[in-house]
């Protein structure tokens, strides 16, 4: 079945550590997302890519960073540099075709803490 | 400003209690307006897309319905296994979405 694969689902950091966070489509979309999600706060955007070899910040970038070298691949570090990682992330894709309009589909998350 | 608000922040409901959850939003040239269920740990699941004013869409309990400046998600005689969290976005610009906070329902058998 076509979908969006995320892992790890649980991923445990020290202070001062880079982690990386996987996420693969098999749905041949071109625009890819990372959001992060805090309790009570609506989803905020961190990074997209539309095309491969390109991506863009998005709201919260300082302290992530990604690359998209594949179409199906849009893996997301955070660094030692963010000063609060500990959330929910959640990479989502999207094909807008000829009507820049399109529904964002979600892969089921990556839980980060921090220790 | 562009922004998004949901209400209300939880609900409770008595299974075949129905009730409407309400999502405002005020963004400047709207291309889209999506609905998504979320259970606790998982990611958003898609349910709904909204494209003018006037437009309606149902599935099984649930209906979603746009006016210019806010949009309803009806849902009509609940069961226990529609507890979830809902969250409204809209698509303003390209590749922009803005997001509500959720309104987490809970229905009570």
Redesign the interface.
């Known amino acids: 079945d076509g979908g969006?694969t995320?892992s790890p689902k649980y991923l445990f950091r020290k202070e001062g550590q880079n982690v990386t966070l996987s996420c693969e489509q098999n749905l041949n979309h071109d625009?890819m997302?990372w959001?992060r999600q805090d309790p009570?706060?609506?989803?905020?955007?961190i990074y997209?890519s539309?095309i491969v070899n390109d991506f863009?910040k998005g709201d919260i970038a300082e302290g992530y960073s990604v690359s998209r070298e594949k179409k199906e691949s849009f893996p997301l570090t955070v660094t030692s540099a963010q000063k609060n990682p500990t959330a929910f992330y959640?990479c989502a894709s999207s094909d807008?075709g000829q009507s820049?309009?399109?529904?964002?589909?979600?892969?089921?998350?990556s839980?980060l803490t921090v220790l | 400003e562009d922004q998004v608000t949901q209400s209300p922040e939880a609900l409770r409901l008595q299974e075949g209690e129905s009730s409407s959850l309400n999502c405002s939003y005020t963004v400047s040239g709207l291309r889209g307006l999506f609905w998504y269920r979320q259970d606790p740990g998982k990611g958003p699941e898609f349910l709904f897309t909204l494209y003018s004013a006037g437009e309606e869409k149902e599935k099984e309990r649930l209906k979603a319905t746009l006016t210019k400046k806010e949009s309803f998600l009806h849902i009509t005689a609940p069961k226990p296994e529609d507890s979830a969290t809902y969250l409204c976005a809209v698509q303003a610009h390209f590749n922009k979405f803005y997001f509500g906070s959720g309104t987490k329902l809970n229905v009570k058998p």
């Open positions: 969006i995320q625009a997302y959001y009570g706060q609506g989803l905020r955007l997209y539309q863009q959640l807008f820049i309009t399109g529904e964002l589909f979600f892969g089921e998350g839980r």
